[in-house]
């Protein structure tokens, strides 16, 4: 029994060598406790709250803050989109961070390049990349171009590339990939001409593809396409992919959240909900099934994606443990809905608005006819740019609140594109006036807490801590730090120019660590000993 | 006049030209070689349209496929939409094109094989350029059309009354006289929605600018055009033209004034069909 017991733990050992190898910076990214040491994954760690349960950096002593190190990037003039939009990650002293067809690898600790990867493009949109993921000694990033590349970790030498999407069909790539278990999930951009949005998961080791799940039905007897008028426009339905997936390892579900259908402003040819578009949907992560879907953007008529992050978080509501998501939707909407089967919960704006006639049975947001765009215009409200957009929101289980970055905004939509099969997009808006603000919203109750101006604007990711510190860019290119349950202003920082990404932290030697990309330049701050 | 016509406005020659042109410079400035623009949307070899070209290829359409496939080529019930299909995203300069015309019949009956090499590299110019004035939004063709639909005699009132316009639009100070004749009616719905901060030639508006007055607990109060302020600054700009910036405390006390408060809370009130209404009373202020 002894030596059996002996050669099972050998055994056991090995095997835990060999996961090790193949996946071993995943690990702390699937619980759901947030990382310390690292910040392994976009979101830090699976569940897409941003929270860090780090106390080092507090509310009591955040004016202590100084600069650790910055990093400005050098490249020739011209080079598109110098600008750090996604999140670095940090793994075992190391950092890595993205623009568009450039990644680099610097040390966490002074900032001192490791390597620099370039990649030569093809083309595409370069208008942003939210980073990377890792597992075991690979890394993985997209290219404008439509490949998936898989760098080795050490080097930045590249292992393989794999197309992921058809660049003559004016897809393009700029999401950071998620990896959990076996798959990297990798998404797709672009709404210039009418393509179909899908969400792949692929082989971390050859980048083959495992599964595909199109956002839009294929045929009009699948599940959806009764919200079409017919395949054509079905299959030109749009619904990009372009935000990071989270993932709950104990349902094994991986929820994606989809971009706006298509034609994006013009309408005619597309009448019907347009499913699955302007969702949140809940997948296995292993198949691709579709367990369940949820509508934030029913019938979308003004470019509001609804690919804002899906946040996971456990709450007791009424009495009740729930497995809770929720979402602060580019049009203005707050849900919170049960993970487990997709039903809402909560439904409420975040910002007033001016285009829904109020909810469905199921939760979802009506649609205003007269607020479609229309050919002597029509005042919405938000505007395009929406109630919030890209940047990350977070949540806090201490303070119990979800912190979203918001616009109110209004402009005039046009329909520029009377046809009756319009495409691409076939107006646009035009004008605008907007208050930015950041909203802390009670995740029982769907209420605004408080709400902290941005005189000026700010639309920056955000990051909260144990140490009750929420951080974030300010209206005067800044990052600045709020008391995350007052919102009160702590501490701030000016910057080369305003905040691009969203803040992540991390302690390394007994030192917390604050990195966030503003510009060109990646600026650190430390809570010295 | 037909949509293929219109499109052979000198507008939209002039926005080719000018789309051309700054192509031309981008990529001199990046050190690429021209057709490859590597930062747009796409891949960076597509095809460049020739406009001669899809002039000529316009008369190919018109003659031999304009019957199935529609003016704009976006398809009809006897024919597919060609300016999305692959054949044509696959394209360059007929290379796609050309061997899938030549398998098919024509609309004339004739075989696609009867159409010289010339003319098909037309007729890929010709749908390239249908093709690219989607892409973009399609601002570069497509404009807000037919916004003169309100009533000039209930924009008059709504002026007049409850929009309380004439708080701040007298005859002598922000007069309305003949508006209509200085913008055209989407510039006139703009500017009475969002009213720019800055007047001709980006010179500072007066009547626009926000000021701030900073009130220490002790001193003089300063005013001036504020600069930028956050939780922790307040910078203005006072009337000697000096930069003063001020740190934020409890006692300081801060009041911002922005003229253009009431343009704001209109947003907040008023109906759709009541801004139609105003932009046509304004566009008959002539």
Known sequence: ?????????????????????????????????????????????????????????????????????????????????????????????????????????TDARTGRELWHHAWTSKGGIHLGNRGVA?????????????????????TGTERWHKPICDLDQFYYGSVAPVVAKNHVFTGVSGDDLDIPGYLDSRDPATGELQWRWHVVPQKMDEPGSDTWPNEDAMKHGGGMTWTPVTYDPDLNLVF???????????????KGSNLFTGSIVALNADTGRMVWWFQSAPHDTHDWDATQTAVLFDATIAGQPRKLIAQASRNGQFFVLDRTNGKAIISKEFVKTNWSLGYDAKGQPIPNPA????????????????????????????????????????????LYDPDDNPQGWGGTDRGGYSEAMLQAIDYRTGAVKWTHPWEGGSRAGLLVTAGNVLFTGGASNDIAALNATTGAALWHARLN??????????????????????????????MNR | MSKVNAMRSPFAVGFTAAAVALTMATLVAQGQQPGRVLSGPGPG????????????????????????HGTQARGTDRGPNVTRSLVLLRDRNANELGPFVKKHTLQSGRPGTSLTDAQLLDLSHFLHQRMNEILGKGIGFFKPEGVLTGDTTAGAAFINGAGKCTTCHTATAGSLSGIGGRYTPVDLQQRFLFPPRTGRGNAANPRATV?????????????????????????????????????????????????LQAHHLLLETITDKQMHDVVAYLASLK
């Open chain 1, 1 to 105: 029994m002894k030596r059996s017991l002996l050669l099972c733990l050998l055994l056991s050992a090995a095997v835990g060598t060999l996961v090790a190898r193949s996946a071993p910076h995943v690990e702390p990214a699937q619980q759901l406790t947030g990382p310390t040491d690292s910040w392994p994954t976009y979101n830090g760690d699976y569940s897409g709250r941003r929270f860090s349960p780090l106390t080092t950096i507090s509310a009591t002593n955040v004016g202590s803050l100084s600069l650790a190190w910055m990093y400005r990037i050098n490249l020739p003039q011209g080079t598109p989109a110098v600008r750090i939009a996604g999140t670095p990650l940090q793994i075992n002293g190391v950092l890595y961070f993205t623009i568009p067809d450039h990644v680099w690898a």
């Open chain 1, 134 to 154: 890792v597992a075991g000694e690979l890394l993985y990033y997209e290219t404008p171009d439509c490949n998936l590349v898989a760098l080795d970790i050490k």
């Open chain 1, 256 to 270: 994606v959240t989809t971009g706006n259908p298509q034609p994006v402003i013009a309408h005619k040819n597309r």
């Open chain 1, 371 to 414: 607020k479609e765009p229309q050919l002597d215009g029509a005042l919405v409200s938000p505007d395009q740019s929406g109630a919030a957009n890209w940047p990350p929101p977070a949540l806090s289980p201490l303070t119990g609140l979800f912190y979203v970055n918001a616009r109110r905004g209004f402009s005039v939509y046009y």
């Open chain 1, 497 to 526: 120019t305003s905040v691009s990404n969203g803040p992540i932290t991390y302690q390394l030697d007994g030192r917390q660590y604050l990195v966030v990309g503003a510009g060109d330049t990646l600026w650190t701050f430390v």
């Open chain 2, 45 to 68: 070899d597509k095809h460049v349209v020739d406009a001669a070209g899809a002039d000529r290829g316009r008369i190919v359409w018109a003659a031999e496929c304009i019957t199935c």
């Open chain 2, 211 to 259: 000021t701030v007055t900073v009130t220490p607990a002790s001193g003089a109060a300063v005013s001036g055009v504020l600069v930028q302020m956050d939780d922790f600054d307040v910078t203005l700009r006072d009337a000697g033209g000096v930069i003063r910036t001020f740190h934020r405390t409890p006692t300081l006390k801060v009041t911002k004034t922005d003229p």
